[in-house]
């Protein structure tokens, strides 16, 4: 609703201004014209308190007409769903998928420029859809597509984030904190740009640089860029104990651990206590894929990017620290994926919904 103030001239005798609740209130007028400049100026005034009040109103309306609950019921129902299956590896949920999307989402953020982030849902653009590391996430999206057509107040933005919460605290993990107002962008225009000297089509962490120092390198370029240190890098890490790569996706293939639908340490007990050899086959026949690590059965892998967490001695701690300490792990998770969640969204409310 437009609201209108209307000041008439000294033949009138009258100003009308917006009361408070929006009715016209009308004030005595003389032919002063110090009398008409000061009327003039309190319509204004009010006019403009007024429209504040109404857009704050009407936000907050929009936002307490979406119910939550009804929303995580239908997250979690495609997460139940036992048609869901992927080729890397048995007992498959979306679960993991949905956090990768909502991980790449948030994941562009740029604390020095206050660019890319969890708002605006961009990834629904090219470039950034296209992107190497966003491979297979135009099918998340599809997953999600029922849920916001049938919660059309609710953003790209928040439902991504939202569902990747739920996921997480259904596949075992802390809940994870969620504050929504997330707004979407119109266009690709506006996703998110690199001008970074790695991955130059993306900002997103790329699996190995060609060493162990250029990689670690890499890593703490790309986090220490959103605004994470070392103990933060391991810990969203923790999230490749989730899901599995693809050979049509990254090119890469197999899950990482034995528990891939479970949020645990399987990943950093994994990493210290197997042992992780170049792989050279795959299926019976010669390995074409980028460079990858398995373990002696063939089942499990690793990227560069996660050997040298062990490989680095800063990162190698926090390793340590979480393979024998679940809980631990569980609480540094869960608050660190709500930080990155939490990067570049226009949020203003606080608390869990998740």
Known sequence: MFSRVFCRGAASGAARILGR??????????????????????????????????????????????????????????????????????????????????????????????????????????????????????????????????????????????????AIEEMGGNKVPFTPGRLDKASGTECPLWDGPTAPDGKLPSADMGSPDKTAAHLRLIFNRMGFDDKEIVALSGAHGLGACHTDRSGFWGPWTRAPTTVSTEYYRELLENVWTMKTTHKGKPWTGPLQFEDPTGDLMMLPSDIVLIQDKAFRKHVEAYAKDDALFQKDFAAVVGKLFSLGASTKKSGLFS
């Open 21 to 166: 609740h929006g009715a016209l209130v009308v004030m005595p007028m003389t032919k002063s014209g110090a009398n008409r400049a000061v009327a003039t100026a309190v319509a204004t005034s009010a006019a403009a308190a007024y429209l504040v009040s109404q857009k704050q109103s009407m936000a907050a309306s929009c936002e307490a007409a979406v119910n939550w609950d009804a929303v995580r019921k239908e997250i979690v129902k495609i997460l139940e769903d036992d048609k869901y299956t992927d080729s890397s590896y048995a007992g498959a949920t979306p679960g993991p998928l949905l956090l990768r999307l909502a991980w790449h989402s948030a994941g562009t953020f740029c604390k020095t420029t206050n660019t890319g982030g969890s708002n605006g849902a961009t990834m629904r653009f090219e470039p950034e859809v296209s992107w190497g590391a966003n491979a297979g996430l135009k099918f998340a999206q599809a997953l999600l597509e029922p849920v916001k057509q049938k919660f059309p107040q609710v953003s790209y933005s928040d439902l991504w984030i939202f569902a990747a919460c739920v």
